[in-house]
C-alpha cells in the first residue's frame, strides 16, 4: 500500500495534514469577506428585481448578467447574500460563543478550584444540560421569543456554555495540586490571583482547542436552526436561511440553494480540520474529542 | 452496577423533569393560553363565558397546581389537543411514529454497517488509500449540513437522474421494492453523519488495541495476522461503537427533523415543524415532550450499554 506515499499528491496532502494552508485560507477568506461585506458585495443583498428572478449564474449559457452565482426566486443577488450571510454567521458565533466561553470557562473554574457542593451543584446542572434535546427546546424558544438574530444568538449560547465547563474543570483538577500553585499559596497569593494569574493560563490551549472545535457545530447549529425556520428570520441573508428559501425552486434553478450550502460546508470542513491541528499541536491529550 | 444503574436513572428523570418544566414555562410565557381559544379583545365572547371558559380548562388555579395537571395527564397519555382540528395530539404522534421509527431503524443500519468496516479497513491499511478514502467519508459527513446533503441528493437522484423518488413515503400499495425506493434517500442523508462517527470510534479503537501488549504478545507467540484482528483486536474494538448506537439514537432526533422536513416524510419531525408553522403550540409541547422522553430513554439506554459492554469500566 505504501507505493501511494509516493505519489505527489499524498505528499501534498501530507504537507497540508502539517500546516493546514487551505483551511487557513478559506477562513481569511471569510473573515475578510465578512468584515468588509458592504464594500465587497456587487449588489445589496435584499434589493429584489424581479426581471432577474432565479436568473441563472452569469458563468452559465444564459446567465444573467451582474449575477455572479444567479438570481433567487425575488432575484436578489446570490452571490451578495453570501458574502453578507459571512457577516451574519461571524456575528452571531462571535457573539454566542464568546458569551459561552466566558460563562462556562468561569463556571469551569469556579467548580474545578472550589469543590464540594459548589461543583457538584454545577457539574449536575451542565450534565441535567447536556441531557435536554437543544433543537426541540430551541424550536419552542424560536416561538416563544419570536425568531431574531439576537434570540439565536442567545440559544446558541445556551447551547454551547456546558462542554467549556466540563474540560476546563478537568483541567483544572489536575492543575491545582501543582506544585507551583501550593507555592503560591504558601507565598500568600489570594485564590483570585492563583485562579486568574496561575491557573487560568494553564487551561488557555484547551479553551481555544475546544473553543475551534465548537465554531463548526455552531454555524451548523445556527444554520440548522435557519432552515427550519427556528432561527434567524428572513430577509436576513443567513446561509441556512437561503438553503431553505430556495429549495421550492430546486428543480428549475439549482444555484439558489447549491451555493449557501457550499459555503457553509467550506467552512464547516475548514473550522474541523483548524480544530484537529491545533488540537495535535496544542493539547493531544483531547485526542478522545 | 446496581448502583450505577440507579444513579443514572435518577439523572434521566431528574432531566426529564428539567425538561418538562422549561417546556412548560415556555409555554406560559407565550402569553395567556386562554387567548388561544379566544381573541385578546373577547371577539364577542362576554366575560362571564371567559371566566367559564378559563375555569373549565383549569387556568385559574395555581401555576404549580397547572403544572401537576398537565404532567399528570400527560403520564396518563394525554398531551391535550391540536388547536388546529381538535385532533388529540398523542393520536397525531401515534399515528406518525411508524415512519419515524422505519426511518430511524434503516438509517442506523447503515450507518453501522458502513461506519464499522469502513473503521476497521481504514485502521488495518492504515495510510493507504482506503484509510484516505475512508477518512475523507468520515470528514465529510462530519461537516456537511444535513439538510445540505438532502438537497443535493435531490437534486441529483431525483431532479437529474430521475432514478429515486424524492418526497414521502409511497403509497400503501406500491410494491416493495418502489417502498425501498422511498427510502434510500433519506436513509442515506440521515446515515451519513453517524456512519462518519463509527468510522472514527471503530478506527481509534482498533489503532490503540493494534498497539496495546496483548496483541504484541499475540503477534510474538505467531499468531496468524487475521486471528489478530478479527479475534483478538475487533472485539475489542467493538465497544466504543456499540455504545456509540445508543447516543446515535438519541441525536437521530434532531436530523430526523430536517430529514423529514426535506422529504416531506410523514413523521413526528415534520409534525413539530408544522406545529412551529402553524403555531400550534399544544402539538409543539407534545411532540417536544415525546422526543424529549425518547432522547432521554436513549441516552440512559448509552450509560447502560457502556457498563454492559466494558465491565472495567468503573463507577462511582
Known amino acids: 500500500m505504501n507505493i501511494f506515499k509516493n505519489i505527489s499528491i499524498f505528499k501534498l496532502w501530507n504537507a497540508f495534514r502539517k500546516w493546514p494552508i487551505i483551511p487557513v485560507f478559506i477562513l481569511a477568506v471569510l ?23 432565479n436568473a441563472a449564474p452569469s458563468w452559465m449559457d444564459g446567465g444573467a448578467e451582474g449575477r455572479f452565482l444567479g438570481g433567487d426566486h425575488v ?6 447574500r453570501i458574502i453578507h450571510g459571512a457577516r451574519i454567521s461571524l456575528t452571531v458565533v462571535a ?6 466561553v466566558l460563562v462556562g470557562s468561569t463556571l469551569g473554574l469556579i467548580a474545578g478550584y472550589t469543590g464540594g457542593l459548589v461543583d457538584e451543584l454545577i457539574m449536575r446542572l451542565v450534565d441535567v444540560w447536556l441531557a435536554l434535546p437543544f433543537v426541540l427546546l430551541a424550536l419552542i424558544a424560536a416561538i416563544v421569543l419570536g425568531p431574531s438574530v439576537q434570540t439565536v444568538m442567545l440559544l446558541l449560547a445556551l447551547f454551547t456554555w456546558a462542554s467549556f465547563v466540563r474540560y476546563v474543570r478537568a483541567e483544572v483538577l489536575s492543575l491545582k495540586s501543582r506544585d507551583y500553585v501550593n507555592l503560591a499559596k504558601v507565598a500568600g497569593a489570594s485564590t483570585t490571583r492563583i485562579i486568574i494569574k496561575h491557573i487560568l493560563p494553564n487551561v488557555v490551549n484547551t479553551i481555544i482547542v475546544v473553543a475551534t472545535l465548537r465554531v463548526g457545530q455552531l454555524i451548523l447549529t445556527e444554520a440548522t436552526l435557519s432552515f427550519i425556520g427556528a432561527g434567524i428570520p428572513a430577509p436576513t441573508p443567513a446561509w441556512g436561511l437561503m438553503v431553505s428559501e430556495e429549495k421550492e425552486y430546486l428543480s428549475s434553478s439549482w444555484w439558489g440553494s447549491f451555493f449557501p450550502g457550499l459555503a457553509i460546508f467550506l467552512v464547516v470542513m475548514s473550522l474541523n480540520f483548524l480544530g484537529d491541528w491545533l488540537r495535535d499541536k496544542l493539547d493531544p491529550r483531547l485526542r478522545q474529542l | 452496577m446496581t448502583r450505577f444503574l440507579f444513579r443514572r436513572l435518577y439523572f434521566a428523570m431528574f432531566s426529564m423533569f428539567a425538561a ?9 410565557l407565550i402569553g395567556d393560553p386562554l387567548l388561544l381559544y379566544a381573541q385578546a379583545g373577547g371577539y364577542g365572547m362576554p366575560p362571564e363565558q371567559k371566566e367559564y371558559l378559563r375555569a373549565y380548562l383549569g387556568l385559574d388555579k395555581p401555576l404549580i397546581v397547572q403544572y401537576f395537571v398537565w404532567i399528570w395527564n400527560a403520564l396518563q397519555g394525554d398531551l391535550g389537543k391540536s388547536l388546529l382540528d381538535r385532533t388529540p395530539v398523542s393520536t397525531m404522534i401515534w399515528e406518525k411514529l411508524p415512519a419515524t421509527a422505519y426511518l430511524a431503524l434503516t438509517a442506523w443500519l447503515f450507518a453501522i454497517l458502513t461506519g464499522v468496516p469502513l473503521g476497521i479497513i481504514s485502521s488495518i491499511k492504515r495510510g493507504g488509500i482506503t484509510d484516505y478514502l475512508a477518512r475523507g467519508f468520515a470528514l465529510f459527513g462530519q461537516a456537511l449540513p444535513t439538510f445540505w446533503i438532502a438537497i443535493v441528493a435531490i437534486l441529483i437522484f431525483a431532479v437529474q437522474l430521475d432514478w429515486l423518488p424524492a418526497f414521502g413515503m409511497g403509497e400503501s400499495t406500491d410494491t416493495f421494492w418502489e417502498k425501498t425506493k422511498h427510502f434510500i434517500l433519506p436513509t ?17 479503537a482498533m489503532l490503540e488495541i493494534m498497539d496495546s501488549e496483548f496483541i504484541k504478545l499475540a503477534r510474538a507467540k ?5 486471528t489478530v484482528i478479527w479475534k483478538h483486536a475487533f472485539r475489542n474494538a467493538l465497544i466504543p461503537p456499540i455504545t456509540y448506537s445508543a447516543l446515535f439514537l438519541a441525536g437521530f432526533i434532531t436530523g430526523a427533523t430536517v430529514v423529514e422536513l426535506v422529504f416531506s416524510w410523514p413523521g413526528i419531525g415534520r409534525l413539530a415543524i408544522q406545529a412551529v408553522t402553524n403555531n400550534d403550540f399544544a402539538l409543539l409541547t407534545g411532540t417536544v415532550l415525546f422526543f424529549s422522553a425518547a432522547y432521554l430513554f436513549f441516552t440512559f439506554l448509552a450509560d447502560l450499554s457502556y457498563g454492559l459492554a466494558d465491565p472495567r469500566i468503573r463507577y462511582d
Open chain 1, 95 to 100: 457573539i454566542s460563543l464568546a458569551s459561552g
Open chain 2, 188 to 204: 442515506i442523508t440521515l446515515g451519513w453523519g453517524g456512519s462518519a462517527t463509527y468510522t472514527r470510534l471503530t478506527r481509534s
Open chain 1, 31 to 53: 473573515i475578510v469577506t465578512g468584515v468588509f461585506a458592504p464594500q465587497l458585495a456587487p449588489n445589496s443583498p435584499t434589493s429584489q428585481d424581479l426581471k432577474l428572478r
Open chain 2, 222 to 226: 505467531g499468531v496468524s495476522t487475521n
Open chain 2, 20 to 28: 418538562t418544566i422549561i417546556v412548560f414555562c415556555m409555554s406560559r
Open chain 1, 75 to 80: 432575484g436578489r443577488d446570490i452571490f451578495s
